[in-house]
């Protein structure tokens, strides 16, 4: 497995984590819908919207160094059946476990920063260092032409998203696990249809009317209307606003953004990936590998 940490991350933790046959792991770069996945998944492997806890309990970040591993490991280790686990580790740097599922939520990488911008203002106690507390123009320009470093999986960058991206597209061309690909410009615009897919992938036997449950109970705006259940570290009370955390989504292309900025991230697209692998992160669409 590749290591990964950061910050706030050690990946090095999954090679002292057992998991469990039926799992279901959720892994995202930050920014990317993995709280918003997680409710989904949540709900589907509850067969209820009503959670019997917070989804920061049930699902807490594993290989979130500021808690000890100890506590996460209790937390998950108590849990009967199906369990659901968040990361954000790259889908390489994952244990390869049979009948455990990978669902990778990526998003249009512009989005993805301006996300992390405000979710560094909305902290309680945000680094002054932090390089998203600049204004946007710059924090994209960074973005942009950041270098991926193992070491440092928290900073959010398009060559971040591209290393989730290949990770993912290759775990589901080796077929050596069950792996799936979601979008966030996916879930935004078809909610029901990728609610419908994931339970079919985790093989949740979901009736119509509980899916139509899901749907409505995993909007943004419901789960905003909840948000002490759904924030992430909102039991630590990391944010100033848990519901300022649910944002509804930049809309792509629909923002303005200077020129020399858009010419960039095309260039720096073209560079990195496929034209087809570009054009899903970009903007979603028709999965990129069909699993068998």
Not at 82 to 109: A, Q, Y
């Amino acid at each position: 497995m590749e290591l990964y940490s950061g910050k706030r991350t050690d990946s090095s933790r999954w090679s002292q984590f057992e998991l469990r046959s039926g799992d279901v792991i959720v892994s995202t770069p930050p920014k990317c819908g993995t709280t918003w996945m997680i409710a989904v998944v949540s709900m589907l492997l509850h067969g209820s919207t009503d959670l019997p806890a917070s989804t920061a309990e049930l699902s807490p970040w594993l290989d979130y160094s500021p808690t000890p591993f100890d506590e996460i490991r209790t937390a998950y280790g108590s849990q009967k059946g199906r369990r659901l686990i968040k990361t954000h580790t790259p889908v390489d740097g994952l244990p390869m476990v049979d009948g455990t599922h990978v669902i990778s939520v990526l998003r249009n990488p512009l989005d993805a920063m301006r996300s992390m911008r405000r979710h560094v203002s909305n902290m309680t106690n945000p680094p002054n260092d932090d390089p998203f507390l600049a204004k946007e123009d710059a924090v994209i320009a960074r973005g942009l032409d950041l270098p991926f470093d193992p070491t440092h999986v928290d900073d959010v960058s398009l060559e971040l998203l591209v290393r989730h991206l290949r990770a993912a597209i290759e775990a589901m061309r080796r077929d050596d696990r069950r792996m799936t690909l979601v979008h966030y410009s996916d879930m935004k615009r078809d909610l029901k249809g990728v609610v419908g897919h994931v339970a079919a992938i985790i093989r949740v036997n979901a009736p119509p009317d509980f899916l139509d449950e899901v749907v409505e109970a995993a909007s943004i705006s419901s789960m905003r209307s909840k948000a002490d259940q759904f924030a992430p570290l909102a039991n630590v009370k990391h944010f100033s606003s848990s519901e300022e955390f649910f944002a509804a989504g930049e809309d792509r292309g629909k923002k303005e953004m200077a020129p020399h900025l858009r010419t960039r991230y095309q260039e720096r697209l073209a560079e990195l990936l496929s034209p087809s692998e570009a054009r899903w992160l970009d903007r979603g669409g028709p999965r990129i590998v069909d699993h068998p």
